[in-house]
């Protein structure tokens, strides 16, 4: 009978002792550095040399690792908290004699498909951590094999799953010598139901805003900026840019939508695009988050306003064109007052009453410097 007293507790611990093997033989590689299942996993590095090469996660392994606590908060306003560990971006650019501040993007890209570009700012300022373990633990075998963590910003940043690395030098963006409004064009381009939530909207491809009012589309555009009413800004590659739609109607119109890309990918509330020197720009989106202005009754968006946003600049002559194709030529100094607006039948509207009186341009469609 005593048997049995010494029995239950002794299985007792040994079912924790157990427990606790079992627990960490389910959580290989939870040290630094130390092998598990993921370590073959490939991430292909671009700008660092000559040619693209491959690194997998267990060369990323050798290297020294830092623990760092990361916070940033969810678009649902959420607080996502985390403490990442894995080498620092510098440390393993330190190997090619280089530092995150020597480039001036860098762009990571995941299994997924999701993609995004680090600008100089943030790499001139911020730690980033080539993450392979969060939390002590094992991350979720689709984040392998990197999770990327940039303590201090905002979690779009945080790439999970990458398997690309571009570091990208050099000022590629170009001077600004032409805007295309936005509204005027999407009337003259094909346009297709698009189906979000509740509604049925219009989509206009990229593609074809580009082809008919840029130019040529085949002109490898490394790099295309856009910019949302909120302040957010992001570059695209010209391939993901051109694969996408323009949502111009409904909910959070005008929206940067690409069916074939993560939904974190797309953005809401564009103001305006850089494609090359062209730039595309929704008045409609301006009035909501610009400074508005009166000229002769009519209320909108100073064209001084627009000029400083895309950053459009020099011209001492400009050309005005309608979307029937007829133009007129200003000069910088007859601009004085100008101003976009939407008149009564929602169409866009050039005014200035400066210098030599007033002009208009009716269904304003772009407005070019000449040289
Ligand atoms: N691979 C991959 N990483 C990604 C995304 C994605 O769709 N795929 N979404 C990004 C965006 S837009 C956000 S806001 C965060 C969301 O992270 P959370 O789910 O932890 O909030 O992950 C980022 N990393
Ligand atoms: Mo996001």
């Given at each position: 009978?005593?048997?049995?007293?010494?029995?239950?507790?002794?299985?007792?611990s040994?079912?924790?002792?157990?427990?606790?093997?079992?627990?960490?033989?389910?959580?290989?590689g939870?040290?630094?550095?130390?092998p598990?299942?993921?370590?073959?996993?490939?991430?292909?590095?671009?700008?660092?040399r000559?040619?693209?090469?491959?690194?997998?996660?267990?060369d990323?392994?050798k290297?020294?690792?830092?623990?760092?606590?990361?916070?940033?908060?969810?678009?649902?306003?959420?607080?996502?908290?985390?403490?990442?560990?894995?080498?620092?971006?510098d440390?393993?650019?330190?190997?090619?004699?280089?530092?995150?501040?020597?480039?001036s993007?860098?762009r990571?890209?995941?299994?997924?498909?999701?993609?995004?570009?680090?600008?100089?700012?943030?790499?001139?300022?911020?730690?980033?951590?080539?993450?392979?373990?969060?939390?002590?633990?094992?991350?979720?075998?689709?984040?392998?094999?990197l999770?990327?963590?940039?303590p201090?910003e905002?979690?779009?940043?945080?790439?999970r799953?990458?398997?690309?690395?571009?570091?990208?030098?050099?000022?590629?963006r170009?001077?600004?010598?032409?805007?295309?409004f936005?509204?005027?064009?999407a009337g003259n381009l094909?346009?297709?139901?698009?189906?979000?939530?509740?509604s049925?909207?219009?989509?206009?491809k990229?593609?074809?805003?580009?082809?008919?009012?840029?130019?040529?589309?085949?002109?490898?555009?490394?790099?295309?900026?856009?910019?949302a009413?909120?302040?957010?800004?992001?570059n695209e590659?010209?391939?993901?840019?051109?694969s996408?739609?323009?949502?111009?109607s409904?909910?959070?119109a005008?929206?940067f939508?690409?069916?074939?890309?993560?939904t974190?990918?797309?953005?809401?509330?564009?103001?305006?695009?850089?494609?090359d020197?062209?730039?595309i720009?929704?008045c409609?989106?301006?009035i909501?988050?610009?400074?508005?202005?009166?000229?002769e009754?009519?209320?909108?968006?100073?064209?001084?306003?627009?000029?400083?946003?895309?950053?459009?600049?020099?011209?001492n002559?400009y050309?005005?064109?309608?979307?029937?194709g007829?133009s007129?030529?200003?000069?910088?100094?007859?601009l004085?007052?100008?101003?976009?607006?939407?008149?009564?039948g929602?169409?866009?509207?050039?005014?200035?009453?400066?210098?030599?009186?007033?002009?208009?341009?009716?269904?304003?469609?772009?407005?070019?410097v000449?040289?």
């Open positions: 009978m005593m048997n049995k007293n010494f029995t239950i507790p002794m299985l007792l040994l079912l924790l002792l157990m427990s606790i093997t079992a627990c960490k033989s389910w959580k290989p939870a040290a630094a550095g130390t598990g299942p993921f370590d073959g996993e490939k991430i292909i590095v671009q700008g660092l000559d040619r693209d090469f491959t690194i997998t996660l267990g990323l392994k290297l020294p690792a830092v623990t760092k606590h990361g916070e940033a908060t969810r678009a649902n306003g959420e607080t996502v908290s985390v403490d990442a560990t894995g080498p620092l971006l440390t393993f650019l330190r190997q090619y004699g280089k530092s995150q501040k020597d480039f993007r860098v990571f890209t995941a299994k997924d498909r999701y993609s995004i570009a680090v600008p100089h700012e943030i790499l001139a300022n911020r730690q980033i951590i080539l993450s392979y373990i969060n939390d002590g633990e094992p991350m979720p075998e689709d984040w392998y094999p999770h990327i963590i940039i201090g905002r979690s779009m940043y945080w790439v799953g990458t398997v690309f690395m571009g570091f990208e030098t050099g000022d590629s170009k001077s600004v010598n032409k805007v295309v936005l509204e005027t064009a094909p346009q297709e139901d698009y189906r979000y939530f509740d049925v909207d219009k989509v206009i990229t593609r074809d805003l580009i082809t008919k009012y840029v130019g040529n589309d085949d002109k490898a555009v490394g790099s295309v900026f856009l910019k009413g909120d302040g957010l800004q992001k590659t010209g391939a993901n840019f051109l996408a739609y323009i949502k111009i409904g909910k959070d005008p929206k939508i690409a069916p074939s890309l993560p974190g990918m797309h953005i809401r509330d564009l103001l305006y695009v850089v494609y020197q062209t730039a720009f929704d409609t989106e301006a909501t988050c610009l400074p508005k202005q009166t000229v009754n009519k209320e909108g968006i100073a064209l001084s306003q627009i000029f400083k946003q895309i950053g459009m600049t020099g011209g002559n050309r005005f064109t309608g979307a029937d007829r007129v030529e200003l000069a910088a100094d007859n004085g007052n100008g101003l976009v607006y939407q008149n009564d929602g169409f866009l509207t050039f005014i200035t009453s400066g210098g030599s009186g007033i002009n208009k341009v009716d269904n304003l469609l772009s407005i070019e000449l040289k």
